[in-house]
């Protein structure tokens, strides 16, 4: 069965500070992987997903995730955040006939400090 | 207008009432779901529709019931709403990009 592990339920950072948000999964074959992202009163926003070919993918609002099978990893990452990054962020999983029946983490939230 | 739309937004109601949210999409998308965040939780699926004739039961059905009245339209209903359904409800739909697509949430409050 798939499953998905967010450990940090709520980080705060720095505006001009480095961001990495954790996420491990347990998934026997290749995994669909995805970040999202809630803004308060808002619904998700696909930031970036990872199905197949190079392991470091880019996303919108600059924001980068490297897919590590080794370490059952997608840990998503911003050099540099800004205030409009506070929100909350959900890794998920799924396979390639998933189709669109992801399993979600719970959540990560990003708190801003100026 | 956005691409997906649920109604109402917010709703306040007493246990045993029926309760529907609805949702409705522009996407041309064939398949939609809905799906239930608690805090700490994440989002878990309860229904799911890959096109009108086909309706799937996800991790936490029970209690809960759909309607895909169109390719645009899919409903959700509380027969008699509980408190532990007090929830955000999420409506979204995918293409066969294995891509969600969300709309803003139903946050739903039992009393």
Known sequence: AQSVTQPDIHITV???ASLELRC???????PYLFWYVQSPGQGLQLLLKYFSGDTLVQGIKGFEAEFKRSQSSFNLRKPSVH????AEYFCAVGASDSWGKFQFGAGT?????? | DADVTQTPRNRITKT???????????KGHDRMYWYRQD????????YYSFDVKDINKGEISDGYSV???????????????????????????SSGANVLTFGAGSRLTVL
């Open chain 2, 67 to 93: 309607s895909r009245q169109a390719q645009a339209k899919f409903s959700l209903s509380l027969e008699s709403a509980i408190p532990n359904q007090t929830a955000l409800y999420f409506c979204a739909t």
């Open chain 1, 83 to 86: 205030w409009s990054d506070a």
């Open chain 2, 16 to 26: 045993g009432k029926r309760i529907m949210l609805e949702c409705s999409q522009t």
């Open chain 1, 24 to 30: 491990n999964y347990s998934y026997g074959a290749t």
């Open chain 2, 39 to 46: 805090p700490g939780l994440g989002l878990q699926l309860i």
């Open chain 1, 14 to 16: 720095s505006e001009g």
């Open chain 1, 109 to 114: 939230q990003v708190v801003v400090t100026p």
